[in-house]
């Protein structure tokens, strides 16, 4: 071996050794390439060819059995890598294609890989060399995967490093960086346009993971702030739980850690997707997602997480909780937490739901080559405005999503505007969600409580709005004299502060309404479907006064409920404008009163049931399984 090969082969091993790897890809290739006398193909581009030896790198220890070969020209080139890489135990196959009727032995080395292959070797060829054109597919790949009956694995390279000169831009590796190396979906007698769009697919993919890997100045600044947090979190923490915010032995979920005890916590064997919603809103949209995708996949599990207590509680009820259904809380966004959830779980995908962003958890699973998922995307103006004042920092935070779905044109166009792509506009998760459950035998006991008055509900009150709901149902009673208000707060801890204020018996406190019962205060969590169910007429709260956003409108329309709001609608506008015909906008108390007064109206269910979820679960498992 000449001084510039042994020169050449020491970088090269340095470069591909000190590379912090991410290897991932079909399961199936994974399989074919390990799988010792299996004879198969693995194709990439010429570009990627001093990359190659991390594939032999990451293979041989997992199984020493393997024997790999790879098809190189019979040029000066050709010689001298296949003398860098003969010392790691690569052979060179030397050939190539005949050009202007001289022989370059591609024929006898066709002959050669064959052989190999059916002894059970595995033959590295780039479909594009030696001389191109660079990315564009010559017969012998084809040709040797049809002769030998065996698969061509389409194989994506990229790491840091420099692009020579040369006619294919060679990848030149660089030192202690990032690479990754991505295998397809095995191709059985692929044709050369199945072959070349899954060898650009591939590499796309490598390249786009190098690139997310690159930390910016922002990464390392928020990663910096989330460790001087973390002392501060602690005792957040522990001021959250002593007043009822958190729950007794889960506080280590929130810092990456698993439950001690018999319940501690482990890893499913199998897919596992991780989807994340904040609270009960977001929770009661997603579950229907979650069920779609483990229908999809009976061998699936789901590891949710929320960020708040209701949202558990939520989850707790689902048929298939702690079965195919883990619950975690989500960890604070501190690289060391962080690290330590991801060690545990390794998901393969994460879907986040509406809009739920944080910056070190996007960065972390871009790291490691999880693709991150924003469904039912939503972004207000205020939201959109401060992520635009952020700038580069959020743009990048933005590309590092694998999709957006939006849940309408405004929300899409905010995403965009940030550099989010690809962005679908596939509607609002929450129009595609079941009706909400209740019990059945506690409706009937309530109905018959309440018997034939009318019932006019305010649901999911605000702080500032009960004072307003009260005055206008005191002046409907005049013509409504056996009108029962009742008031669901939407945080059920306001409870005992509203039975105080406004004289009120309360559900949590065991007091049925009775025949001259005016206004009941329900206070409890998870029962909204019951009481739309006892309305005549049902008010939206956080809409009236305040910051005000709004809440779900579908819910109650869907059972059929005449339904009013507030205007200040903001987080649900592609919602109002669906259901225009069918709400009413009420902007104070005399306007409240008078839609009291006012006869029934017709409420319009249809179209308000769309398949979001569907279109959602295909995109997701198509991501995930890539």
Not at 435 to 449: F, G, H, I, Q, S
Request: proline share 8%; net charge positive; hydrophobic share 40%.
């Amino acid at each position: 071996m000449t001084l510039s090969s042994r020169l050449l082969r020491l970088w090269l091993g340095v470069c591909l050794r000190s590379t912090r790897w991410q290897i991932s890809g079909s399961p199936r290739a994974v399989e074919t390439l390990l799988t010792p006398g299996q004879g198969s193909v693995v194709a990439f581009w010429h570009r990627s060819l001093a990359l190659s030896p991390a594939l032999w790198f990451w293979a041989r220890p997992q199984e020493p059995r393997l024997a790999l070969r790879f098809l190189v020209s019979r040029n000066p080139d050709g010689v001298l890598i296949a003398n860098i890489v003969r010392p790691w135990g690569i052979i060179g196959i030397h050939g190539s294609s005949s050009k202007k009727g001289k022989d370059k032995g591609g024929a006898a080395a066709l002959r050669t890989a064959l052989k190999e292959i059916q002894s059970g070797s595995i033959v590295g060829i780039t479909p594009d060399g030696p001389r191109g054109p660079a990315e564009q597919v010559q017969p012998g790949a084809i040709v040797l995967s049809r002769l030998a009956q065996c698969p061509v694995v389409p194989l994506g390279m990229a790491c840091t490093s420099l692009r020579l000169p040369s006619w294919d831009r060679l990848v030149f590796p660089l030192p202690f960086g990032r690479g990754a190396l991505i295998m397809g979906e095995p191709l059985f007698q692929p044709d050369a346009t199945i072959l070349q769009n899954a060898l650009n697919d591939v590499s796309l993919r490598a390249e786009s993971v190098v690139r997310h890997q690159q930390s910016n100045l922002a990464d390392h600044l928020w990663r910096a702030a989330g460790t001087l947090m973390a002392p501060a979190l602690t005792v957040m923490l522990r001021i959250r739980l002593h007043r009822g915010r958190e729950l007794p032995g889960r506080l280590r979920e929130r810092m990456g850690l698993e439950r001690t005890g018999p319940r501690r916590g482990h890893r499913p064997p199998g897919q596992l997707l991780w989807i994340h919603a904040a609270s009960v809103g977001e929770t009661l949209c997603a579950l229907p997602l979650a069920d779609a995708l483990l229908k999809a996949r009976p061998d699936m599990r789901i590891l949710f997480t929320t960020a708040t207590v209701t949202g558990s509680e939520i989850v707790a009820r689902h048929p298939l909780y702690e079965q195919r259904i883990i619950h975690r809380f989500i960890p604070h966004d501190v690289p060391r937490w962080l690290r330590r959830f991801l060690n545990i779980w390794q998901p393969e995908g994460v879907i986040f739901v509406e809009s739920e962003l944080w910056p070190g958890i996007i960065a972390a699973c871009s790291h490691r080559d999880i693709p991150v998922i924003l469904v039912n995307g939503r972004l207000s103006d205020r939201s959109a405005r401060l992520w635009i004042r952020l700038g580069e920092p959020a743009r990048h935070m933005m590309k590092r999503l694998s999709w957006v779905a939006a849940r309408g044109p405004e929300d899409a166009a905010r995403f965009r505007a940030l550099g989010a792509l690809p962005i679908y506009e596939d509607g609002d998760l929450k129009q595609d969600a079941p009706p909400l459950v209740y019990d059945e035998t506690e409706y009937a006991r309530l109905k018959t409580l309440i018997g034939v008055r009318p019932v006019f509900v305010a649901a999911s009150t605000h702080p500032g709005e009960e004072e307003l709901v009260l005055q206008a149902a005191e002046k409907a009673r005049k013509l409504q004299p056996d009108l029962l208000t009742i008031i669901v707060p939407r945080h059920p801890a306001r409870g005992a502060e509203l039975a105080a204020r406004f004289d009120l018996p309360r559900r949590t406190a065991g007091q049925d309404p009775t025949p001259q019962t005016q206004t009941w205060l329900a206070d409890t969590l998870g029962e909204l479907g019951l009481f739309y169910r006892l309305a005549d007429r049902c008010f939206l709260g956080n809409s009236l006064v305040g910051k005000g956003g709004g809440h779900n409108p579908f819910e109650p329309l869907r059972l059929g409920i005449p339904t009013a709001t507030g205007p200040k609608m903001e987080n649900w506008r592609e919602a109002m404008a669906t259901v225009s015909d069918t709400i009413y906008v009420v902007t104070d108390v005399e306007c409240l009163t008078r839609w009291l007064e006012s006869p029934l109206p017709p409420v319009r269910t249809t179209g308000l049931q769309r398949s979001v979820v569907s279109v959602l679960r295909d995109r997701i498992l198509k991501t995930v399984e890539r």
